[in-house]
Each structure stands twice: as structure tokens, then as C-alpha cells.
């Protein structure tokens, strides 16, 4: 993260009160919005979580912790959560590999057009929308007339169901998450790999001609900020994941596909349960936080000291 | 081998790759461009056909239908006042952020990164059952308001960068000429940082453009929906007209990548809130 105490700064001026004043003057309608729309609704949804609240059936009425007991026991949000977990294993690492090959890619002195070409194309599935990226899922991999059950039955793959049973559904949402996000990993990667100075780079090439070497002890340290902030934006991504996988198939076939996120969404606005739900968001919450305060300390020492 | 016959093996699997990598991201488009000038039989036949007579009934099918063109004006009128909202209240902020000491700045700072990568529903629910009550429920007002979440922090983020790119002695002559602070901000900083706010425009109009989630609790409505919200709208009906769909989609889709590859040198470091050069 940027440290904002390293940006120069203006010499304090004449010491009116609107001098003293400016900065809070130029800060304040946004922190007024942001209190607002971000820090009361969240206080809001720790007040709701601690309340029996259900729409349409009275009032709300406190019950201690008990919304937190029901969701941690509740097997549909575990269920939820560990698929949310085992989309992140799954597609993280192979995203970081993907994304590191790609970046390394764009670094190498050959066919600079493809390589412009491939930065720019590499915003496409950043910026498109994911909703639509759902619905072309659902076309391209139609069991009997899709296109991608077509193209592996050239190369002599029998046609997969990829949508119908519980676990090549699963198995479709990573590939697509995959696709999604590997190119914003990439992109974080390439810009990490710009930072290794060329003139380190070039003593560790008279070092060793071995490329792994150069590779692990001198470019991936100086990549390690961009690591970790590749980690942390891509679990975030992650865990608030929603329209993707909801517009292929609402989280189904059964429950094969819901998210934790998903999960969350039908408990409050189908199920009704607004305390359970507001429990299960916090927990979501305080989940992220520790993963993403976990890599920072696995990665990256220096931002903590 | 010689060294030479090795490095044209090199350069070949390096241009084979990338090669690969692109026609990964381009063919889901290709698919969705071709789909849309397709017919029905034609978009589903096996094996597919790659070359035919292209046709645009399905655009005029989706245009046809009131309720599409309607949701691109929704979310077009949404995502211009969402980012002129954030551009209003989080230029000024990221300018006393860069040139201010002050106590609770990094805090402040902090805060604003974490509203980006929070968990929606922690937000979404409270704010449904507060719309809900002041009857804003289908109140294209409701989503300008819970998109500033993440367009504040984005906007934030990147201004503060282009105004730390503003040389200081400029605006101490300009001190030094009898300008207060705000008038410095407005007349010597704010015009030499415009390719930043058209950048931070564009990057968080493509997240307000493309949400689905608080759309779709929040303005459900057939008047008020958007358009990621209307390409699913389809999938309700017993069969789906997909060319129309595929239509629907590239008209969703097409502002938001053509915004995405224009800024697409900033999009890494405006994700990570600057994490990365």
C-alpha cells in the first residue's frame, strides 16, 4: 500500500483558520459520504446480526449471539464458505503461475507487437461485464451444442456436462474465474517485474547463465510487494465473487455453484432472515480481513513494522 | 543444437504463447460478436459455422424491445451521476490528502482502501432495509449513492497520485501571488491532473456500469433496471433467444471495453489501490 506520510507536502502557509481548516475542508464531503454509506450501514448490519429478525414477522427483537451460533452450525453457509475456500485454493495458485508466465512474457525483448497487443487485450476480461461473461458461459459450454464440448470433440474428448452435474459446474466456475481474473494477475505481475532493476538484473547475468536462479534470487524479492498485493486484490476479488457465477446458473445445479456470497444474498432477499444473514456477512467480513492481514505478514514484513 | 537454431525455438514459443493467451481472451468475444449476427439454428449448428450471412435482426429484435434500450439509458444515466458524484467529493479529498499533514490521515487513507475490498452484502442488506423504509427502493438515486463504496476509494486513490505529480513550487508561486488553498486547487492543480480524472472516471464508471448485485436488489423494477440486469432478464422463459441475448450483450459490454483497453495502462495500479507501479 502506498504510504501517504512519503508524499511532499505543501510548507505550512499563513496560519488563518482556513488554513487549518483546508485539509478537512477538502476531506470532509467524502468522509461524510463514506460514514454514511459505508461505516453506518456496517454498524448497522452488526446490530442486525444481533437481532431475531426475520422480514414480514414484527419487529426485531435482540437475542445475544445467537444469530452467530445458527450460522457457523448451519451447514448451507459451511458449505458456502468451504466452496468459497476451494474456488480461492484452486484458482489462486494457478492464476499466480498463469499470470507469472504471462508477465514474463511481456518482459522479453521478441515480437513487440504481440506482446503491445497482448496489453491490451489483457483488459478485456477486467472490463467486461461479468453478468455477461455468466451468459456466455452458459452458451459456449452447452453440453450438446456448445462450442467448447465441439472443439475437444475434435481433438477426441468426449462431450462433458459441463453445467449439469454438481461437480463440472464447479469445475466451470474456476475455469471462468480463471479466465477473468489471470489477466489482472498478470498485469500486477508485469508491473512488479518492471520495478527489478535492469543493472541487478544484468550483475546476476554475469553471475549465472541458469535462468531459475536469477530468477528466484534476484527477481521474485524484488516482486514480493507485487506478489502480496496480488494475493490480497485477487482473494478480495474472491470472496465478494457474485455475478459471474450467479448469472451461469444462480449458484445451481442445486447448490453446486453458491458461493458464500450467493448464499448470503438468497438467506437475506429469499429466505427473509436479515439477522442470519447480517451474522453470516460479518463472519464473511472478518474472514477477509484475516486473509488478507495473513499475507501481508507471510509476504511483506516491512508494512507491518 | 546451435545457439542460433535455440534462440529461434525461443523466439517462436514466446510469439506461440502469447498467441495462445490471446485467442483465450479473444474467442469468448469473438463468440459473442458472431452469436449476435447469427440466427437461432445458425448459432447452435455443429459443427459451428465460421463463415455466413451475417444478420443484424437480432440487434433489431433487442433494440425493438423497449425494455433493453431502457436499461442501457438507466445505466447510463447511473453510472455518469455515480462518477460525477465521486469525482465531486474525492478529487478535493485526494488534494488534502496529498498535500496536508494532519492527524488521522492514515487512517483516513486506510479506511477508504478497505471500503474497495469490502464483502457487498455487509453493505447491501442495510442498505436495502433503509431504502426500504424511505421507500428508495427502485430509486436510480439508491444505486448512485451505494456505488460511491468503491468509486470513492478509486478515485482517491488515483487522484492522489496525480496530485502528487503536480510540482510544489508551483503551487507556492502561486501562494506567493495571494491565492488561498482553494483557489490554488481549483485554478493551478485541478487543470494540470485532467488525463487523471478522465482515467479514475472511466476505471470506476466500468464498476458502476457492470454491477449486478446491487442492482439487482436494489432496483429491480422493469422502469429503473440496468443493463446487466436486463441481459439476465432472458434467461426466465422456457426457450431462450440467444442471438437477441448475444445482441443484448454486446451492447452492454462494448462501452465498457472499449473504456477498459483506453485506460488500459492504469487499470493494474488503480486495482491495487497503488500496491504496484
Known sequence: MSDPDKLPLLPPARRSFLEKAAPW?????????????GLYPMIYTVYNSLQNFVMGMGPPVFNGGTNYITAITS????????????????????????????????????????????QICLVIPIAITPAVIGLLT????????????????RI????????????????TVVCVQIWEWTPFVALVLSAALSTVPPEVDEAALLETERWWPRFSAIRLPFML??????????????????????????????????????????????GFDIGVASAQSILMLVLSIVLARTYIRLFYREVDG | MSPQTADAIKRFLHAAG???????????????????????????????????????????????????????????????????????????????????????????????VTNWMLVPVVVLIPFYLTAARLHMINNPLTLIAVYQIFIIPLVVWLMVDQFRSVPVALEEAAQL??????????????????????????????????????????TPGDEVRTAPTIALSYLGGYTIPWPKVM??????????IIGGIAIHKYVARGLTMGAVK
Open chain 1, 25 to 37: 475542508l477538502f476531506i470532509a464531503p467524502s468522509l461524510l459520504l463514506l460514514l454514511a454509506i
Open chain 1, 75 to 118: 451447514q448451507n453457509f459451511q458449505n458456502s464458505v468451504l466452496r468459497t475456500l476451494v474456488l480461492l485454493v484452486i484458482t489462486l495458485p494457478v492464476e499466480l503461475v498463469l499470470g507469472m508466465m504471462i508477465a514474463l512474457a511481456l518482459d522479453s525483448q521478441h515480437s513487440p507487437f504481440l506482446r503491445r497487443l497482448l
Open chain 1, 138 to 153: 452458459q452458451l459456449m459450454f452447452n453440453e450438446q451444442l456448445g462450442v467448447i464440448n465441439y472443439l475437444l470433440g
Open chain 1, 156 to 171: 477426441g474428448i468426449s462431450p462433458v456436462d459441463w453445467l449439469g452435474s454438481p461437480t463440472s459446474a464447479f469445475a
Open chain 1, 225 to 270: 510487494p507485487g506478489i502480496t498485493a496480488a494475493l490480497v486484490f485477487q482473494t478480495a476479488f474472491t470472496m465478494k465473487a457474485f455475478d459471474m457465477i450467479y448469472a451461469i446458473q444462480k449458484g445451481g445445479p442445486g447448490s453446486a455453484t453458491e458461493v458464500a456470497i450467493i448464499h448470503i444474498e438468497r438467506l437475506a432477499f429469499r
Open chain 2, 18 to 112: 502469447i498467441v495462445v493467451v490471446l485467442v483465450m481472451i479473444l474467442f469468448p468475444l469473438y463468440w459473442m460478436v458472431a452469436g449476435s449476427l447469427k440466427t437461432q439454428p445458425e448459432l447452435f449448428a455443429i459443427p459451428p459455422h465460421w463463415t455466413w450471412a451475417p444478420t443484424l435482426d437480432a440487434y433489431r429484435e433487442a433494440i425493438a424491445d423497449s425494455g433493453v434500450l431502457r436499461a442501457l439509458g438507466n445505466s447510463l444515466i447511473v453510472t455518469l451521476s455515480a462518477v460525477a458524484l465521486g469525482l465531486v467529493v474525492g478529487v478535493p479529498a485526494a488534494y488534502g490528502i496529498a498535500r496536508y499533514s494532519f492527524r488521522g490521515r492514515r487512517e483516513i487513507w486506510f479506511w477508504y
Open chain 2, 177 to 218: 501571488d495571494g491565492l488561498n488553498r482553494f483557489q490554488i486547487f481549483l485554478r493551478i492543480s485541478l487543470p494540470l491532473v485532467t488525463p487523471g480524472l478522465a482515467v479514475s472516471a472511466v476505471l470506476s464508471g466500468i464498476f458502476a456500469w457492470n454491477d449486478l448485485l446491487y442492482a439487482f436488489i436494489l
Open chain 2, 247 to 256: 445482441a443484448t450483450s454486446t451492447l452492454v459490454t462494448a462501452p465498457v
